[in-house]
């Protein structure tokens, strides 16, 4: 049965986040997904806490939209 490991990539090695239970010279096989979507997340609530700090009335997603429509001459 295979055990899921959380690891990080550092120096050339993959080391794992935990202390992992498993003998010395034990063989696996590490899968690497990218958790962009959590970076993702991750910036936009700081984005947010950003925007209520300095407390922006307007979006700034509808002001950029709007300004797509505007004429660039």
Known sequence: ?????????ED???KPIKKIA???KT?????VEEKLMGDIE??????????KETKIEEDPL??????RKR???
């Open 42 to 51: 991750e910036i936009s609530k700081e984005i947010d806490e950003v925007l």
């Open 12 to 14: 050339g090695v993959f």
């Open 1 to 9: 049965m295979g055990k899921v490991i959380e690891v990080v990539y």
């Open 27 to 31: 063989r696996g096989k590490v899968i």
């Open 71 to 73: 004429p660039w001459d």
């Open 62 to 67: 509808k002001v950029l939209l709007e300004m």
């Open 22 to 24: 498993l003998p010395e």
